[in-house]
């Protein structure tokens, strides 16, 4: 790849950063907006717990998602990291923060216990388990090591739908 390929290639994936960067604040933005819409008087706990119910389902979803893309890239292709997929685990990365960050809101400002102490492990679970393969698959000096995202994407997948389950009330 010549320096004007490599140079288009990354203005392409700036964009698709700032793309997935605008998808999760839309999607926060229309959370926001249900919750107003649905109920006559609002107060900032509703806003948080409905952005913390959505963002976990949304989260399940984008981990499941990568899992599959992870299985196809390394197992199927048999291919190596990809620029996009990287970047994209570092977005979900960040959602899985912002969602724990809401999480620990409710806790903090307003005492909100979920269901289950165990799902304040899960939480905590969600925000270091992906750094640690991001970490991994970074450090690895043998190639290809997709393999550490498809292990983390798939253990993501059942720490959130694990956390899911223990924290209804």
Known sequence: MNTNQHGIA??????????LVLLILGFIGAVVADTVSRVPTVWPYLILH????HLARFGLVLALVMTIVAVYIGMIRKQDVTP??????????????????????????FNARPGQDAH???GMGTVLFLPFFIFVESTAKKRPAMGSYIWGFALLTGIILRATMTGAS
Not at 50 to 53: I, K, Y
Not at 87 to 108: K, N, Q
């Open 120 to 122: 304040l492990i899960y």
């Open 50 to 53: 409905d952005l913390h119910d």
């Open 10 to 19: 990354n203005v392409l994936l700036q964009r698709l950063d700032f793309g």
């Open 84 to 109: 996009l997929f990287r970047r994209a685990a570092y977005i979900i990365s960040g959602t899985m923060l912002v969602e724990a960050l809401i999480g620990l809101s409710m806790f903090t400002l």
